[in-house]
């Protein structure tokens, strides 16, 4: 390793969900999907080169994560950039996130790759924990019509 | 996307020794997940071949290599289908329970 570019890491997340990819697709550009079962809209107009947001639906409406659209291929792949706000300026802190969507069966195959994570990161733990809770909540979404609240705690938290 | 799947692959120590050894590091190649068992390569790719088809792990090919990585999400389903449903009926005993006691105050 040099000491020059901090260790990266990466995770593949994958999913089997009851739909289509057109569905599917929706459910992670369209704002008012993504409030359904992520609590947060992505807001974005979905071309290469535009931003997107991360914007958590409350009344404060914090941007809790933001980037660049990097490739837009409907309803099969999407490519975007990930960072938290407060460090989307440090090159080494933004991460990229790709969603590849696969007719499998009567299924869809989602598959979530989320590469250039700084190894140990805040970043890296959260979403470590994020994606497997927002992943099971769209397939629950989609297949039952009910997100499930990605915001639970136990309750000694 | 089959919890017989899930459950059959997690009833097996080598199985879920593979998981801790990919949890702990992400992305490895068979090599390198055959250095912590002591047992025949072909055995430890039988394993992976049980963990795939349950998704509990996933494979990227980078060139020649092929990497596997950990997929919690059937893990997340089981938990919301077989312990928070618990913790949920736990939790609405209690908010009954603190009802009542805190009823009789007001």
């Known amino acids: 390793m040099n000491t020059t570019r901090k260790e990266k890491t990466s995770f593949v997340y994958v999913t089997y969900i009851r739909s289509t990819p057109e569905k599917v697709f929706e459910a992670i550009t369209k704002p008012e999907v993504t409030r359904r079962y992520w609590g947060h809209e992505n807001v974005s107009e979905w071309r290469p080169g535009a931003d997107w947001q991360h914007v958590r639906t409350d009344a404060q409406r914090t941007v809790n994560l933001v980037g660049k659209v990097v490739e837009v291929a409907p309803p099969t792949r999407l490519v975007i950039t990930w960072a938290s706000p407060a460090q989307a300026a440090d090159p080494d802190s933004i991460s990229r996130v790709s969603f590849d969507i696969v007719p499998y069966d009567d299924m869809v195959r989602l598959t979530v790759t989320h590469e250039e994570l700084e190894a140990g990161s805040g970043m890296a733990t959260g979403i470590q924990h994020g994606w497997p809770i927002v992943l099971s909540s769209l397939k629950s979404l989609l297949e039952t019509g009910q997100g499930i609240d990605v915001f639970a705690k136990p309750k000694s938290a | ?106």
């Open chain 2, 1 to 106: 996307m089959d919890a017989d799947k899930v459950f059959k692959a997690l009833g097996d120590p080598t199985r879920r020794q593979l998981l801790d050894l990919l949890y702990e590091r992400n992305g490895q190649t068979l090599g390198e997940l055959c250095e912590h068992l002591d047992m025949a390569r072909q055995s430890t790719t039988q394993h992976l071949g049980i963990l795939e088809a349950a998704n509990l792990v996933s494979t990227v090919w980078r060139g020649r290599e092929k990497l596997h990585f950990i997929n919690p999400v059937p893990l997340q389903e089981v938990y919301e289908r077989w312990v928070r449903k618990f913790e949920r009926q736990r939790l609405g005993l209690l908010h009954d329970l603190k009802k009542e006691l805190e009823g009789k105050s007001e």
